[in-house]
């Protein structure tokens, strides 16, 4: 199975910008969808962004309203979540996915099979 690892996570003053990295070990990453996902204290995970295998297709959720970018490397065998214009609200622990690559870009967390462990996001007012 693919092993997912997140990192560049931290604290930042709203208006700041952040770039997510997602790693994967023992399986390519090109057989993959990915997709980012938060969650915030107290709340559900929610959809951020997906990306196709190849990068040819994304998909990101109504509040990214333009700020947020997810592009991959293959070669690097690397997904990113680039934020900017962060603010409060984007604060939450940051997963990125994999799924098997043979479905539409999907929104819904059940839909994709591996997992990283999170990085933490703050954002100070």
């Known amino acids: 199975q693919v092993q997912l690892v997140e990192t560049g996570g931290g604290l930042v003053q709203a208006g700041g910008s952040l770039r997510l990295s997602c790693a994967a070990s023992?399986?390519?990453?090109?057989?993959?969808?990915m997709g980012w996902f938060r969650q915030g204290q107290g709340k559900g995970r929610e959809f951020v962004a997906a990306i196709a295998v190849s990068g040819e297709r994304t998909r990101y959720a109504d509040f990214v309203k333009g700020r947020f970018t997810i592009s991959r490397d293959n070669a690097k065998n690397t997904a990113y979540l680039q934020m900017n214009s962060l603010n409060p609200e984007d604060a939450a622990v940051y997963y990125c996915?994999?799924?098997?690559?043979?479905?539409?870009?999907?929104?819904?967390?059940?839909?994709?099979?591996?997992w990283g462990q999170g990085t933490q996001v703050t954002v100070s007012s």
């Open positions: 023992r399986r390519s990453l090109s057989q993959y969808n």
């Open positions: 996915a994999a799924n098997g690559g043979l479905m539409a870009l999907t929104s819904r967390p059940e839909h994709y099979a591996y």
